[in-house]
């Protein structure tokens, strides 16, 4: 159950579609106890699978990503790390990071931080949604 909550967390991070909200939600539906651990498995796997992004970012040759991209980075900096778990914009945020040079543990701080955030609203609403509240 872990293991695949933790592949579907990390391939969802990448440019690849899933949904590791459901796998989530739905292994606290049936294991209600895991949920710290769970918690802990979705946002390491999720950092990771964007971290993995950053790499690949920094494959990219200068110079062809968007300027406006840039300059929104120019603008807030590595915080912007901190949405790398917004749906569509989210997967390119880690991307950009990457192909700007951004320092590995700023995008591992910030995305982290950002993972770990999403995941526990909802770990919280699963939680409170099984409690019949």
């Known amino acids: ?3 695949g909550l933790a592949a579907s967390a990390f391939l969802s991070a990448t440019l690849l579609p899933g949904s590791s909200e459901l796998a989530l939600g739905a292994l606290l539906l049936q294991r209600p106890g895991l949920w710290l651990l769970a918690l802990l498995v979705a946002t390491v796997a999720n950092t990771a ?11 990219v040759p200068p110079g062809t990503m968007s300027p406006r991209v840039a ?6 900096g ?3 790390l901190l949405l790398s ?8 945020l880690p991307l950009a990071a990457g192909w ?3 320092p590995w543990w700023s995008c591992l701080c910030w995305i982290g931080v950002g ?4 995941y526990a609203v909802l ?4 939680r409170q949604l099984a409690a019949g509240h």
């Not at 699978?49 to 970012?57: E, F, K, P, Q």
């Not at 993972?115 to 999403?118: C, L, N, Q, T």
């Open 78 to 80: 590595p915080l912007t």
């Open 123 to 126: 770990v919280a609403g699963v």
């Open 49 to 59: 699978g964007s971290l993995s992004s950053v790499w690949l970012g920094r494959r």
């Open 85 to 92: 778990w917004v749906p569509v914009i989210g997967d390119a």
């Open 115 to 118: 993972k770990f955030a999403r």
């Open 71 to 76: 300059a929104w980075f120019g603008r807030f």
């Open 1 to 3: 159950m872990l293991a």
């Open 100 to 102: 700007l040079r951004l």
